[in-house]
T-cell receptor, first 114, second 113 residues
Framework: EAGVAQSPRYKIIEKRQSVAFWCNPI?????LYWYQQILGQGPKLLIQ????????DSQLPKDRFSAERLKGVDSTLKIQPAKLEDSAVYLC????????????FGPGTRLLVL | AQSVAQPEDQVNVAEGNPLTVKCTYS??????LFWYVQYPNRGLQFLLK??????LVKGSYGFEAEFNKSQTSFHLKKPSALVSDSALYFC???????????FGDGTTLTVKP
């Protein structure tokens, strides 16, 4: 079974530039998550999708971050404009429907904002 | 608001000795509890979870965890540590009402030969 795919793996940009990350979840997984993991901290949920609808985006900085999951499959997370404090690893995960579902994580995208 | 605490940033054990990585949580309803492991330059991997039933949960690679409702804890254990267990371990909690997942800040486990 193929795992969660993410691209790119690494990205370096200057502050005020824009960047986009892509995620393809495990086939059949209805729930998709985007997390931000800052060095030395645990993953922080940015947004959670159930199919193509948003379940939780309470911690998403909506003035600069946006995410979409068209057709309920793959998803894109965008940052525009980026700030220095956005430097982090962005993790995508997917799970079967339900709160007890195990989350399966992709390898992450490491973002460095200069 | 729900929260997870992993009180030890670092745990060091000798190979062959038992290990414990501590986790306590706070959630308004009943919890779903998870342990994940992260190896360098790799994504998080699922180890085990508590949903309901037996308080002692067994997972991958010989790990187990005990759910203690009165102490709101979910400590990760292994009877005999291996050098290859060295990694970063995360505890996570989720409210059974399908709320968001909250992760702890992780504990680095180092197993020395």
């Amino acid at each position: 079974e193929a795992g969660v795919a993410q691209s790119p793996r690494y990205k370096i940009i200057e502050k005020r530039q824009s960047v986009a990350f892509w995620c393809n979840p495990i086939s059949g997984h209805a729930t998709l998550y985007w997390y931000q993991q800052i060095l030395g901290q645990g993953p922080k949920l940015l947004i959670q999708f159930q199919n193509n609808g948003v379940v939780d985006d309470s911690q998403l900085p909506k003035d600069r971050f946006s995410a979409e999951r068209l057709k309920g499959v793959d998803s894109t997370l965008k940052i525009q404009p980026a700030k220095l404090e956005d430097s982090a690893v962005y993790l995508c995960a997917s799970s079967l429907e339900g709160a007890s579902g195990t989350q399966y994580f992709g390898p992450g995208t490491r973002l460095l904002v200069l | 608001a729900q929260s997870v605490a992993q009180p030890e940033d670092q745990v060091n054990v000798a190979e062959g000795n038992p290990l414990t990585v501590k986790c306590t949580y706070s959630v308004s309803g009943n919890p779903y509890l998870f342990w994940y492991v992260q190896y360098p330059n790799r994504g998080l991997q699922f180890l085990l979870k508590y949903i309901t039933g037996d308080n002692l949960v067994k997972g991958s690679y010989g790990f187990e965890a005990e759910f203690n409702k009165s102490q709101t804890s979910f400590h990760l254990k292994k009877p005999s540590a291996l050098v290859s267990d060295s990694a970063l371990y995360f505890c996570a909690v989720r409210d059974t009402n399908a709320g968001k997942s909250t992760f702890g800040d992780g504990t680095t486990l180092t197993v020395k030969p």
